[in-house]
């Protein structure tokens, strides 16, 4: 991951080193001390770590993430039957728990797909969603908060009225009328929901910005000649990412809560594709006959967002000791 | 203070203009033509369809069918809806009130559960009632809602027989002409026997589900806020003089510790109008949110386009005054 790459790098760059140097010591201050012979430095990847793992929950939600992420990377794998392919002998047949056989182990939907394939194809498509609109609006995100902090002037008032207005339109209704106007897939879900979180970024990588342009090294760096564009990516970027990192680990939890209520709504992805979202709304009419239906593909974006968001805090908690929430 | 209102009030209005340039982009670039929306597939003659562009402003610059919008809107003119053939701010404003209702019952709901929730994770620091607030409350944070609506109709409604499924009132039983358009008062006011706990049962469901969310966020806000302040001199202060634990927190404690509380209840009202959307489509409840998605299915982008516009008015608006409430009761920033 980025933030490791940027920690642990052998030969740091000037700006780089004071990330280590500051998250350095404030670990060493929480909890690293007693780990590590006195004196000694801990590496900066060791000291996230054992400030991240002092938080059960976040090692808990790690485990979950990689746990679900495996089984999206090795779906055709790990996954019984097709996603799509119809049992039609065994239309609503309950899970094992309920009466159901082991060939069906969550039982299946009411055209006799299997629930279990279905809901395991559904976790590529769900962290896949949630991974595609981080990626994108991180991006982005950089691009413009950095642009809107440098430059200064009309593309600054222009970037963040823009921002402003997305975030007063309420977020689904906004990712509504977005997809009713580009139709509703996949694709479009991604763009609606991008869009959606996108000032978030923007906002934190301006403000990140504008407080690191004021500090010494940033006019060091100016004074020794360095050009613009370097100034703004390898000078100060390096130095915004820590509360980057968080907010786009919860960003995913919300992307794939949101791309799911589009789902439901019928403005995500298309049937016959196994979207979590998509499958409560094919559900709907089964609530009294095949509760099992309802309750599954649910549970799975419950467990998925919790253990994101569990994930999210713990990495707030070590690389943002300033946003600690007690 | 009246400075920084008006410097307030004039930044939301290039947001305002913002919002009606985006909706009236996004309006011309939803597939399918206004005209053959009206007209079907059958064709239409040249000579008509060239009246029916200019009866619609159609042939006019792109810069003055804007400004045509601008004007409109600011006369209260939100389009016609293609499908009843009514102002779209006739049909919103007799919706709304159903909106409304539902969201002020989910906000009662989430405050009056979420702050006292808060104080006593704050004040139990670390104990067994912490460590539970915390998980319902992350649970409730990373809820899908609609999912969340469903089980509790599953569980609630279906299993139990509690609850009604659907719907604002027991409409086969009790028929009153709406006087205010919320239903508790109106039924009350309609003085038939049982209309009141009709329309409280049907309340229910839709205010746990929709509150769900800012309860969490509430809880969780209220929890680190009031650990913040707990940790001040002038905590330590009163109670070095002996007050009682009581009167230190909920004297003393609470009323600074509510300050960023009140700020993230008010910016709650987005995410309960977006709620409203998913809450009101489960429940078959008859407010702005089902209709905004009906419009979708049915084309109607009139009614999709002055709702949004109207919707957003209203977070804007109600920020807005958040902002200056938040001015109003921390003499920091009155006084910055």
């Given at each position: 991951?980025?933030?490791?790459?940027?920690?642990?790098?052998?030969?740091?760059?000037?700006?780089?080193?004071?990330?280590?140097?500051?998250?350095?010591?404030?670990?060493?201050?929480?909890?690293?001390?007693?780990?590590?012979?006195?004196?000694?430095?801990?590496?900066?990847?060791?000291?996230?770590?054992?400030?991240?793992?002092?938080?059960?929950?976040?090692?808990?939600?790690?485990?979950?993430?990689?746990?679900?992420?495996?089984?999206?990377?090795?779906?055709?794998?790990?996954?019984?039957?097709?996603?799509?392919?119809?049992?039609?002998?065994?239309?609503?047949?309950?899970?094992?728990?309920?009466?159901?056989?082991?060939?069906?182990?969550?039982?299946?939907?009411?055209?006799?797909?299997?629930?279990?394939?279905?809901?395991?194809?559904?976790?590529?498509?769900?962290?896949?969603?949630?991974?595609?609109?981080?990626?994108?609006?991180?991006?982005?995100?950089?691009?413009?908060?950095?642009?809107?902090?440098?430059?200064?002037?009309?593309?600054?008032?222009?970037?963040?009225?823009?921002?402003?207005?997305?975030?007063?339109?309420?977020s689904l209704v906004l990712a509504i009328l977005i997809v009713a106007v580009l139709g509703p897939s996949l694709t479009n879900t991604i763009v609606a929901v991008t869009v959606v979180y996108l000032p978030r970024?923007?906002?934190?990588?301006?403000?990140?910005?504008?407080?690191?342009?004021?500090?010494?090294?940033?006019?060091?760096?100016?004074?020794?000649?360095?050009?613009?564009?370097?100034?703004?990516?390898?000078?100060?970027?390096?130095?915004?990412?820590?509360?980057?990192?968080?907010?786009?680990?919860?960003?995913?939890?919300?992307?794939?809560?949101?791309?799911?209520?589009?789902?439901?709504?019928?403005?995500?992805?298309?049937?016959?594709?196994?979207?979590?979202?998509?499958?409560?709304?094919?559900?709907?009419?089964?609530?009294?006959?095949?509760?099992?239906?309802?309750?599954?593909?649910?549970?799975?974006?419950?467990?998925?967002?919790?253990?994101?968001?569990?994930?999210?805090?713990?990495?707030?908690?070590?690389?943002?000791?300033?946003?600690?929430?007690? | 203070?009246?400075?920084?209102?008006?410097?307030?009030?004039?930044?939301?209005?290039?947001?305002?203009?913002?919002?009606?340039?985006?909706?009236?982009?996004?309006?011309?670039?939803?597939?399918?033509?206004?005209?053959?929306?009206?007209?079907?597939?059958?064709?239409?003659?040249?000579?008509?369809?060239?009246?029916?562009?200019?009866?619609?402003?159609?042939?006019?610059?792109?810069?003055?069918?804007?400004?045509?919008?601008?004007?409109?809107?600011?006369?209260?003119?939100?389009?016609?809806?293609?499908?009843?053939?009514?102002?779209?701010?006739?049909?919103?404003?007799?919706?709304?009130?159903?909106?409304?209702?539902?969201?002020?019952?989910?906000?009662?709901?989430?405050?009056?559960?979420?702050?006292?929730?808060?104080?006593?994770?704050?004040?139990?620091?670390?104990?067994?009632?912490?460590?539970?607030?915390?998980?319902?409350?992350?649970?409730?944070?990373?809820?899908?809602?609609?999912?969340?609506?469903?089980?509790?109709?599953?569980?609630?409604?279906?299993?139990?027989?509690?609850?009604?499924?659907?719907?604002?009132?027991?409409?086969?039983?009790?028929?009153?002409?709406?006087?205010?358009?919320?239903?508790?008062?109106?039924?009350?006011?309609?003085?038939?026997?049982?209309?009141?706990?009709?329309?409280?049962?049907?309340?229910?469901?839709?205010?746990?589900?929709?509150?769900?969310?800012?309860?969490?966020?509430?809880?969780?806000?209220?929890?680190?806020?009031?650990?913040?302040?707990?940790?001040?001199?002038?905590?330590?202060?009163?109670?070095?003089?002996?007050?009682?634990?009581?009167?230190?927190?909920?004297?003393?404690?609470?009323?600074?510790?509510?300050?960023?509380?009140?700020?993230?209840?008010?910016?709650?009202?987005?995410?309960?109008?977006?709620?409203?959307?998913?809450?009101?489509?489960?429940?078959?409840?008859?407010?702005?949110?089902?209709?905004?998605?009906?419009?979708?299915?049915?084309?109607?982008?009139?009614?999709?386009?002055?709702?949004?516009?109207?919707?957003?008015?209203?977070?804007?608006?109600?920020?807005?005054?958040?902002?200056?409430?938040?001015?109003?009761?921390?003499?920091?920033?009155?006084?910055?």
């Amino acid at each position: 991951m980025a933030e490791e790459n940027a920690i642990d790098d052998p030969m740091p760059t000037a700006p780089e080193r004071l990330l280590v140097s500051e998250s350095g010591l404030s670990l060493s201050a929480a909890a690293v001390a007693e780990a590590e012979p006195v004196g000694a430095e801990p590496s900066p990847l060791r000291a996230f770590w054992s400030a991240f793992s002092e938080n059960r929950g976040a090692v808990l939600g790690l485990a979950v993430v990689v746990f679900i992420s495996l089984l999206a990377l090795f779906a055709p794998f790990v996954a019984p039957h097709s996603p799509i392919e119809q049992f039609r002998q065994s239309v609503l047949l309950p899970p094992v728990w309920a009466g159901g056989n082991w060939t069906f182990p969550f039982g299946t939907d009411a055209v006799g797909r299997d629930v279990l394939s279905r809901l395991i194809y559904g976790a590529r498509i769900s962290l896949g969603i949630g991974l595609s609109v981080m990626v994108v609006s991180v991006a982005l995100g950089i691009v413009l908060g950095l642009a809107s902090a440098f430059l200064r002037g009309l593309v600054e008032v222009v970037i963040m009225r823009v921002m402003d207005m997305v975030v007063a339109i309420p977020s689904l209704v906004l990712a509504i009328l977005i997809v009713a106007v580009l139709g509703p897939s996949l694709t479009n879900t991604i763009v609606a929901v991008t869009v959606v979180y996108l000032p978030r970024y923007v906002r934190l990588v301006r403000a990140a910005a504008l407080a690191e342009l004021s500090k010494e090294y940033v006019v060091a760096a100016q004074v020794a000649g360095v050009g613009r564009l370097r100034l703004m990516f390898v000078t100060v970027l390096p130095n915004c990412l820590a509360p980057l990192i968080v907010q786009a680990a919860l960003g995913i939890s919300d992307a794939i809560l949101e791309a799911a209520a589009l789902g439901f709504l019928g403005l995500g992805a298309q049937p016959p594709t196994p979207e979590w979202g998509a499958m409560l709304a094919d559900a709907r009419e089964f609530i009294r006959s095949a509760p099992w239906i309802v309750t599954l593909p649910g549970l799975a974006i419950l467990v998925t967002v919790v253990a994101i968001n569990l994930m999210g805090d713990g990495l707030r908690d070590a690389l943002d000791p300033k946003l600690r929430r007690s | 203070m009246l400075k920084l209102i008006l410097r307030r009030v004039a930044l939301t209005l290039p947001t305002f203009v913002a919002l009606m340039f985006v909706t009236f982009v996004a309006v011309r670039l939803v597939p399918g033509d206004p005209i053959e929306a009206r007209t079907g597939e059958r064709g239409i003659d040249p000579e008509r369809l060239a009246a029916l562009r200019h009866e619609l402003g159609l042939d006019q610059p792109v810069w003055k069918q804007f400004l045509d919008y601008v004007y409109a809107l600011l006369h209260g003119d939100f389009g016609v809806s293609i499908v009843t053939k009514t102002p779209v701010l006739h049909e919103f404003l007799i919706l709304f009130p159903a909106t409304l209702e539902l969201a002020l019952c989910a906000l009662v709901f989430a405050v009056v559960l979420g702050v006292p929730a808060g104080v006593l994770a704050a004040v139990k620091r670390g104990s067994v009632l912490d460590h539970s607030v915390m998980a319902v409350a992350l649970a409730g944070y990373s809820m899908p809602i609609f999912w969340w609506g469903l089980l509790l109709i599953m569980f609630m409604s279906e299993y139990l027989g509690l609850t009604p499924v659907s719907g604002r009132m027991d409409l086969i039983n009790y028929y009153f002409e709406p006087v205010t358009g919320f239903m508790l008062i109106d039924s009350l006011l309609s003085g038939e026997d049982g209309a009141f706990s009709a329309a409280v049962a049907h309340l229910i469901l839709p205010t746990i589900v929709l509150g769900t969310i800012p309860l969490a966020v509430i809880a969780r806000m209220t929890r680190s806020s009031m650990l913040e302040v707990l940790g001040e001199d002038y905590v330590r202060t009163a109670r070095a003089k002996g007050l009682s634990p009581l009167r230190v927190v909920g004297l003393h404690a609470l009323r600074n510790a509510l300050i960023p509380v009140v700020t993230v209840v008010g910016l709650q009202t987005g995410t309960l109008l977006a709620g409203a959307v998913l809450t009101e489509t489960i429940f078959a409840w008859p407010g702005v949110g089902k209709w905004l998605i009906e419009s979708i299915s049915r084309r109607d982008y009139p009614a999709l386009q002055g709702g949004i516009m109207l919707i957003s008015a209203i977070v804007i608006l109600v920020n807005l005054i958040v902002d200056m409430l938040y001015v109003a009761i921390n003499p920091r920033i009155r006084h910055g």
